[in-house]
C-alpha cells in the first residue's frame, strides 16, 4: 500500500466538503501529530502519535468520523 501526505491528501480531496488531514512530525521530534483543516479555515491537532505509519493509519482509519 502506497503512504504519504500525497496520498492522504487525494483521498480527502475526493469529497471537497471533507475536512483534509495530514501527518507531521513534532517539532521536537520525538514523534507525530496530524493537523485536520476544515474549509472554513480552521484548524485541529490530533497529538500522540509515535510514528508516520501510526498518524497515516488514524487517518485512514478516521477520514470518515470526523466533524465537518
Avoid: C
Avoid at 32 to 60: C, M, T
Amino acid at each position: 500500500m502506497e503512504t504519504g501526505p500525497d496520498r492522504v491528501h487525494s483521498i480527502a480531496m475526493a469529497n471537497h466538503e471533507e475536512p483534509i488531514m495530514l501527518p507531521f512530525r513534532d517539532k521536537e521530534g520525538t514523534g507525530w501529530h496530524v493537523i485536520i483543516r476544515y474549509h472554513e479555515g480552521h484548524e485541529r491537532r490530533v497529538d500522540g502519535f509515535s510514528s508516520e505509519e501510526d498518524a497515516l493509519n488514524w487517518i485512514i482509519a478516521n477520514s470518515k468520523q470526523v466533524d465537518k
